[in-house]
C-alpha cells in the first residue's frame, strides 16, 4: 500500500508508521518503506539512517536485493523498516536515464518476494510526484491518501488521482485508491466537520469511519523514536490509529473473501 499526498504535513510519514505498528500489534508481519529522503519513518522507527548506511537508495539505484537493507524496529516484534538515507534526495535525478526507471521498486519487491512473508508493506512517499512516488504506485496494490481536515484540504487532490490514473493505465492495471484516512482532525472547529463531510461526499466508502484527531502525543512520539501506539497507548491519537488500522484489515479481508 502507497500512502501519498503531493501536499506536505498532512499525516503520510505518521500515519504509516502508527498504522504499520498497530497492524504489528495485531500480530501482523509489517514492512515499512520509507521512500522519503527526509528519512522521517526510519526516525520514528529507530532504524538507523545515517549517511553511508545501506538503504533503498542503493536498492533503486545500485540494485542492491531489498533484503539486505531490512530491519527490525527494536522492541516491536513484527514491525520492520526499509530506511532511507539523505542519499534519496539526488534519486529523482539519477534514475532519470535508467532503464525501467518507474519500475526499480516494483522489480526490487519481486525479488523479495519468496523470501518477504509480510501481511502488510506500506510506503511512505515523499511529498512529490516525482519518480520516488511513481516507483511507490508502479509497485504497489493500492493507494491511501491522507487528507487533512483543514482548508485547500482538496486542492492538488485531482492532480495525484489523474496520476493514479496514469500509473494504473501505463505501468501498473491492478493499483486503486482504496483507502482515504482523514488527518488533523478538530472537533472544536466548524471547518474540519465541513471538510471531512465534503471529503465523504466526494469519495464515499473509500474514507474510513476511523479520524484521526489532531494530538500533542502524535507529535510527541518521533523525537523519542517511537510510534504513538508504544509512545502513549491511550492518548486519542494512538486509539484512533488502532481504530483506523482494524478497520482497514477487516476491508482487506472482506475484499480477499470476495
Do not use: W
Amino acid at each position: 500500500m502507497t500512502i501519498a499526498n503531493q501536499k506536505g504535513g498532512v499525516g503520510k510519514t505518521t500515519s504509516a508508521v502508527n498504522l504499520a505498528a498497530a497492524l504489528s500489534m495485531h500480530g501482523q508481519r509489517v514492512l515499512v518503506v520509507d521512500l522519503d529522503p527526509q528519512g522521517n519513518a526510519s526516525t520514528a522507527l529507530a532504524t538507523e539512517h545515517r549517511a553511508g548506511v545501506p538503504s533503498i537508495y542503493q536498492v533503486l539505484v545500485e540494485d542492491l536485493p531489498l533484503e539486505s537493507i531490512v530491519t527490525e524496529v527494536p522492541d516491536m516484534p513484527g514491525l520492520f523498516c526499509a530506511p532511507a538515507t539523505l542519499d534519496l534526495a539526488g534519486a529523482e535525478i539519477e534514475l532519470v536515464p535508467m532503464v525501467g526507471r518507474e519500475t526499480r521498486l516494483k522489480r526490487a519487491f519481486a525479488a523479495f518476494e519468496s523470501k518477504m512473508n509480510f501481511d502488510y508493506i506500506l510506503i511512505d512517499c515523499p511529498p512529490s510526484l516525482g519518480l520516488l512516488t511513481v516507483n511507490a504506485m508502479a509497485a504497489a496494490q493500492e493507494v491511501l491518501i491522507p487528507i487533512q481536515c483543514e482548508y485547500y484540504a482538496l486542492e492538488g487532490l485531482t492532480q495525484l488521482l489523474q496520476n493514479v490514473e496514469l500509473v494504473r493505465a501505463h505501468l501498473n492495471q491492478t493499483l486503486t485508491v482504496s483507502t482515504i484516512l482523514l488527518t488533523m482532525y478538530d472537533g472544536r472547529t466548524r471547518l474540519a466537520s465541513q471538510v471531512a463531510e465534503e471529503v465523504r461526499s466526494h469519495f464515499g466508502a473509500t474514507v474510513l469511519d476511523a479520524v484521526i484527531p489532531r494530538s500533542v502525543r502524535v507529535s510527541e512520539a518521533p523525537s523519542y523514536g517511537q510510534s504513538v501506539m508504544t509512545y502513549d497507548p491511550g492518548s486519542s491519537g494512538a486509539m484512533a490509529y488502532m481504530e483506523a488500522a482494524r478497520e482497514m484489515a477487516y476491508r482487506g479481508a472482506a475484499v480477499a473473501d470476495a
